[in-house]
Each structure stands twice: as structure tokens, then as C-alpha cells.
């Protein structure tokens, strides 16, 4: 079962997401903060990280910066999920090494959940 971790400071959001990528198989590990997030992520090696930017007590970038720098973890693919939506903020991910940005208000669950299996299966 492939794990993903959920990185996001909505608690509502997380439950969404976690619920739907459950029943399709997925396990869900999620974290409130970044830096529990990042903590998760070295301790359990997810196949994939959904991250948002806007975090408390550590900035997604901050969190994305440290995970691709880290050779434990800059493999594991990260899907930012974030409302930022300026080109200066998606260029800013796509260099630090996110996988793919996409903006919360114009994707469905349904449809990152199709990223998710083009990305991991």
C-alpha cells in the first residue's frame, strides 16, 4: 500500500483528501505543521508528500527546501497543493523540486487524485 503524507494545516481539507485517497487504497499520514511534516517525512518515507505553503511553525517552502536537501527524502515526489496562486510562487516550488503545483480552488479531489496515480500509481 503506498503511503502519502498530507501536510496541510486544515483539518477539515486533510480529513476530505485523506478519506477519498483511503478508499482508493492509499494509506494517510497527515500533519498539522510543517514541522511535523518534515519529521514525518524523514521518519516514515512516504511515496508522496502533498504539501501546502501556508503552514505554522515552518513555512512549505521551508519544508520543501529541506526535504529535497536532505538525500533521505529528495526523492520522494511532492505534490504542492497550496491557494497561492502568483507565477512568482509556482516558479519558486518548481525550482526547489516540487513535482507539480497545483492551486486548491482549481482542481477537484477527484483530479489530484489522478495526479497522484500518474505520479505513484
Known sequence: ????????????????????????????LS???GEIGLRMA????????????????LHGFEVLKKLKEDPETKEIPVIVLT?????????????LGATTYLVKTEYKIEEVIEKIKKIIG
Open 1 to 28: 500500500m503506498k503511503k502519502i503524507l498530507f501536510i496541510e494545516d486544515e483539518s477539515v481539507l486533510q480529513k476530505a483528501f485523506g478519506d477519498v485517497l483511503q478508499q482508493k487504497g492509499y494509506k494517510i
Open 83 to 95: 491557494n497561492l496562486e502568483k507565477m512568482e510562487d509556482i516558479n519558486k516550488a518548481i525550482e
Open 31 to 33: 500533519a498539522l505543521d
Open 42 to 57: 524523514r521518519s516514515e518515507k512516504p511515496d508522496l508528500i502533498l504539501l501546502d505553503l501556508i503552514l505554522p511553525r
